[in-house]
């Protein structure tokens, strides 16, 4: 089937002990991006990757890496989370670019809350 | 900024009637994408429409677009409980950008 895989689903954790969210799409999609949505803010858009070894910053990257080291896996990392990163998030790809014919497609979502 | 803005924020309807929603935009768009988002879930692609169209039907939901106005709208005609959901509209070429959605209710 195809899907975009987030894990974990739900996290409770600690202000400044380090985290990884993995995603990982089995679709050969060359695009990914990570997006957080909040109440009244919509859906925000991290960082973005168009292929293996190129990521980009989005609206809010602060606080927020990423790699790509393999077409599949695009994982968010926050070295030292803070409340204010609490949110649900989104991992999506897409064949090519998101804005084409097809779209994207998102995972389930991770929601994370820092205490 | 390129998101689009989704009106009304929230909607709600006996369920047979028809919903409809509607996005505003600023930039000059190739395609107009709209989503929907299950509670908590992620976003499923519904429908895209290119900027020289300006309407498409796909089962139920018709969109139509006016590049003039910058505005596009879903409707969903014979709605069902299980349209229940936040639908968004989705902007962009490179990347995507959404508003906050359109939370619809529909009432068995």
């Known amino acids: 089937e195809a899907q975009v895989t987030q894990n974990p689903r739900y996290l409770i954790t600690v202000t400044g002990k380090k985290l990884t969210v993995t995603c990982s799409q089995n679709?050969?999609?060359?695009?990914m991006s990570w997006y957080r949505q909040d109440p009244g803010l919509g859906l925000r858009q991290i960082y973005y990757s168009m292929n293996v070894e190129v990521t980009d910053k989005g609206d809010v990257p602060e606080g927020y890496k990423v790699s790509r080291k393999e077409k599949r896996n695009f994982p968010l990392i926050l070295e030292s989370p803070s409340p204010n990163q609490t949110s649900l998030y989104f991992c999506?790809?897409?064949?090519?670019?998101?804005?084409?014919?097809?779209?994207?497609?998102f995972g389930q979502g991770t929601r994370l809350t820092v205490v | 900024s390129q998101q689009g803005e989704e009106d009304p924020q929230a909607l709600s309807i006996q369920e047979g009637e028809n919903a409809t929603m509607n996005c505003s935009y600023k930039t000059s768009i190739n395609n107009l994408q709209w989503y929907r988002q299950n509670s908590g879930r992620g976003l499923v692609h519904l429908i895209l429409?290119?900027?020289?169209?300006r309407e498409k039907h796909s089962g139920r939901l018709r969109v139509t677009l006016d590049t003039s106005k910058k505005s596009s709208s879903l409707l969903i005609t014979a709605s069902r409980a299980a349209d229940t959901a936040s639908y968004f509209c989705?902007?962009?070429?490179?990347?995507?950008?959404f508003g906050t959605g359109t939370r619809l209710t529909v009432i068995p």
């Open positions: 679709m050969n999609h060359e695009y």
């Open positions: 429409i290119r900027s020289n169209e």
């Open positions: 989705g902007i962009g070429a490179n990347n995507l950008f």
């Open positions: 999506a790809s897409s064949l090519t670019l998101p804005g084409l014919p097809g779209g994207a497609f």
